[in-house]
């Protein structure tokens, strides 16, 4: 059996540090790839903290620290674009500070989602529903405007005997005639109602806005939006959501709009995840974290950093499946006609680890099964920050600069973490941060990668 499906970590995600220099713009690489979610922190000075995605799309800024409404290029400096190897930073209105400021240290966190070209399989049936209408995946609801990004190849499949007489193809105006259809990056296969019968569509650059239609029958379609973001559209929850997974790497971006009332929202990995972090975009709602070792009757929050809290309000007293993660009717996760944004992570073998462990009050050593690279940590039962450690920025033992997510301070510096050839641990403490005696902790760890050699010797497993 193969010790992990992911060679090389720094594919997926990478650790890239880089320094200040105050222009209005600055282009960052080395990053390794595309990223779909990046996370900036200076360094240097106590500023806020920035994360951008590629699914909200660039120059949108929400931050960990803060429970504010997301903001579009924000005044103190935002991510203006994402490149194939990094990303670009811009001047805000009054400054640069959280991302650009002359000579001042940052750190970027740089995950990868669907990346620059998604593909997606759909289902398609049609239904009476005032008259003949297209579903997909056997979601509730006809005609859905679609969201298909730009570079990705979207099938339709229209097998289903429900498809016989009804093509699916694309035009730039609802229900066009067979005169004006869309041929850019369109192919058709077989017979609809008929076994192999597709149309596929590899969305253009700068593609227009599109529509789905049937050629033989008015009213059937509705609008499939093309944006520059890599993700598509999700209908495996009870509300349609936006996704850009990475079943390899175990990593969603997923973007929804709240109901106010409970509900599923589909993610696209292929296993359940063990740690979703929800954001409303629209409010100044807190950080909802909800993680499997503590149970998603409870949740943690990174802007505030206070000990676990039961609501059934929040994950809806749900774990989430191998599909979908359920939310409650608060407004921090589900307010009805507000946005929000979750990050969701699983486990994968060799590269991720995501669990908890309990804390001894002095030498503690906790199993990944790789050499750690990155680490999140928080004290599930007293009121701490959420802890990020990584080997970039502390290349040797003892690993002690450290970032919190609820905390714009400047980086701060400990004496006791040890990262090991199998996993972390604390050395001679009893800190509340990360071994407080008897209280549980909760962690999500990435592999330094490629593997080298370890670091120390790792202290006996408990």
Same mark, same amino acid.
Request: proline letters at 3%; glycine letters at 12%; aromatic letters at 12%.
């Given at each position: 059996?193969?010790?992990?499906?992911?060679?090389?970590?720094?594919?997926?995600?990478?650790?890239?540090?880089?320094?200040?220099?105050?222009?209005?713009?600055?282009?960052?690489?080395?990053?390794?790839?595309?990223?779909?979610?990046?996370?900036?922190?200076?360094?240097?000075?106590?500023?806020?903290?920035?994360?951008?995605?590629?699914?909200?799309?660039?120059?949108?800024?929400?931050?960990?620290?803060?429970?504010?409404?997301?903001?579009?290029?924000?005044?103190?400096?935002?991510?203006?674009?994402?490149?194939?190897?990094?990303?670009?930073?811009?001047?805000?209105?009054?400054?640069?500070?959280?991302?650009?400021?002359?000579?001042?240290?940052?750190?970027?966190?740089?995950?990868?989602?669907?990346?620059?070209?998604?593909?997606?399989?759909?289902?398609?049936?049609?239904?009476?529903?005032?008259?003949?209408?297209?579903?997909?995946?056997?979601?509730?609801?006809?005609?859905?405007?679609?969201?298909?990004?730009?570079?990705?190849?979207?099938?339709?499949?229209?097998?289903?005997?429900?498809?016989?007489?009804?093509?699916?193809?694309?035009?730039?105006?609802?229900?066009?005639?067979?005169?004006?259809?869309?041929?850019?990056?369109?192919?058709?296969?077989?017979?609809?109602?008929?076994?192999?019968?597709?149309?596929?569509?590899?969305?253009?650059?700068?593609?227009?806005?599109?529509?789905?239609?049937?050629?033989?029958?008015?009213?059937?379609?509705?609008?499939?939006?093309?944006?520059?973001?890599?993700?598509?559209?999700?209908?495996?929850?009870?509300?349609?959501? +936006?996704?850009?997974?990475? #079943? $390899? %790497?175990? !990593? &969603?971006?997923? @973007?929804?709009?709240? =109901?106010?009332?409970?509900?599923?929202?589909?993610?696209?990995?292929?296993?359940?995840?063990?740690?979703?972090?929800?954001?409303?975009?629209?409010?100044?709602?807190?950080?909802?974290?909800?993680?499997?070792?503590?149970?998603?009757?409870?949740?943690?929050?990174?802007?505030?950093?206070?000990?676990?809290?039961?609501?059934?309000?929040?994950? +809806?007293?749900?774990?989430? #499946? $191998? %599909?979908? !993660? &359920?939310?409650? @009717?608060?407004?921090? =996760?589900?307010?009805?006609?507000?946005?929000?944004?979750?990050?969701?992570?699983?486990?994968?073998?060799?590269?991720?680890?995501?669990?908890?462990?309990?804390?001894?009050?002095?030498?503690?050593?906790?199993?990944?099964?790789?050499?750690?690279?990155?680490?999140?940590?928080?004290?599930?039962?007293?009121?701490?920050?959420?802890?990020?450690?990584?080997?970039?920025?502390?290349?040797?033992?003892?690993?002690?600069?450290?970032?919190?997510?609820?905390?714009?301070?400047?980086?701060?510096?400990?004496?006791?973490?040890?990262?090991?050839?199998?996993?972390?641990?604390?050395?001679?403490?009893?800190?509340?941060?990360?071994?407080?005696?008897?209280?549980?902790?909760?962690?999500?760890?990435?592999?330094?990668?490629?593997?080298?050699?370890?670091?120390?010797?790792?202290?006996?497993?408990?």
């Amino acid at each position: 059996m193969a010790y992990t499906t992911i060679n090389n970590g720094k594919l997926y995600f990478n650790t890239k540090l880089y320094t200040g220099n105050g222009s209005s713009t600055q282009a960052i690489t080395g990053v390794g790839f595309q990223p779909d979610w990046v996370w900036i922190k200076n360094r240097t000075d106590a500023h806020w903290h920035n994360l951008t995605d590629s699914v909200r799309g660039p120059s949108k800024t929400l931050r960990s620290n803060r429970t504010s409404a997301e903001a579009t290029d924000s005044s103190s400096g935002y991510v203006s674009a994402f490149g194939t190897d990094g990303f670009t930073v811009s001047a805000g209105s009054s400054d640069a500070e959280e991302v650009n400021t002359s000579s001042d240290n940052y750190v970027s966190w740089n995950w990868i989602g669907a990346g620059t070209a998604p593909s997606k399989t759909y289902v398609v049936t049609v239904v009476s529903d005032g008259g003949n209408k297209y579903r997909f995946d056997g979601y509730g609801t006809s005609a859905v405007t679609l969201e298909l990004s730009e570079g990705g190849t979207y099938t339709f499949d229209q097998s289903d005997a429900s498809n016989d007489g009804h093509p699916l193809r694309f035009a730039t105006a609802a229900d066009a005639a067979g005169s004006t259809e869309y041929t850019t990056g369109v192919t058709t296969n077989g017979t609809p109602g008929n076994a192999g019968a597709y149309t596929r569509i590899t969305v253009a650059a700068s593609a227009p806005t599109l529509y789905y239609y049937c050629t033989q029958h008015s009213g059937m379609g509705g609008q499939a939006n093309t944006p520059t973001t890599n993700s598509f559209s999700n209908f495996a929850g009870a509300i349609q959501s +936006n996704i850009s997974p990475n #079943t $390899t %790497s175990g !990593f &969603s971006i997923v @973007s929804y709009t709240g =109901t106010g009332s409970a509900t599923t929202v589909g993610h696209g990995l292929s296993s359940a995840p063990k740690i979703v972090i929800v954001k409303n975009r629209d409010d100044g709602q807190a950080w909802r974290v909800g993680f499997t070792s503590i149970g998603f009757d409870k949740y943690l929050s990174f802007s505030s950093g206070s000990a676990k809290v039961s609501s059934s309000g929040m994950f +809806n007293n749900t774990a989430p #499946t $191998t %599909s979908v !993660f &359920s939310v409650g @009717s608060d407004g921090a =996760t589900n307010a009805s006609g507000e946005k929000c944004i979750a990050y969701c992570f699983n486990d994968v073998k060799g590269y991720s680890k995501i669990g908890s462990y309990v804390g001894s009050g002095s030498d503690v050593f906790i199993y990944t099964g790789f050499k750690v690279g990155w680490l999140l940590v928080k004290n599930a039962d007293a009121t701490n920050g959420w802890l990020m450690i990584d080997t970039t920025r502390s290349p040797a033992n003892p690993q002690g600069k450290y970032i919190y997510t609820d905390s714009g301070n400047a980086e701060g510096t400990v004496t006791y973490g040890e990262f090991f050839s199998n996993g972390f641990g604390w050395k001679g403490t009893g800190s509340v941060a990360v071994n407080q005696d008897g209280e549980q902790f909760v962690y999500m760890a990435f592999a330094e990668n490629p593997f080298t050699s370890s670091t120390g010797t790792p202290v006996t497993a408990r």
